[in-house]
């Protein structure tokens, strides 16, 4: 059974940091991309940065640019995303992503809430 993980987020002030983690059991991510969603509330689901297998390919939206990091460990299995510079508007759940034979396997988010 094929599950994925998400923790680390959490309340934090303006100009914060943050460090998402997502773990998956059942299958070796090596080879996937793996996407970092997240949603606010009355939002839809937007993608925040992608990752391919080999880490060569990264893709941020515009709106988190030079201030999240995707970055992944295979030997153990995980996939980050560091959040630095935080605002208001990054508050959302957050998912991790996994496309696996034609089926997309969702997390089941962790809430990060940036306010002072």
């Known amino acids: 059974q094929l599950q994925l993980v998400e923790s680390g987020g959490g309340l934090v002030q303006p100009g914060g940091s943050l460090r998402l983690s997502c773990a998956a059991s059942?299958?070796?991510?090596?080879?996937?991309?793996i996407g970092w969603f997240r949603q606010a509330p009355g939002k839809e689901r937007e993608l925040v940065a992608n990752i391919s297998g080999d880490s060569t390919n990264r893709n941020y939206a515009d709106s988190v640019k030079d201030r999240f990091t995707i970055s992944r460990d295979n030997v153990r299995n995980l996939v980050y995303l560091q959040m630095n510079s935080l605002k208001p508007e990054d508050t959302a759940v957050y998912y991790c992503?996994?496309?696996?034979?034609?089926?997309?396997?969702w997390g089941q988010g962790t809430q990060v809430t940036v306010s002072s």
């Open positions: 992503s996994v496309k696996f034979r034609s089926r997309i396997y």
């Open positions: 059942g299958l070796r991510l090596d080879y996937y991309v």
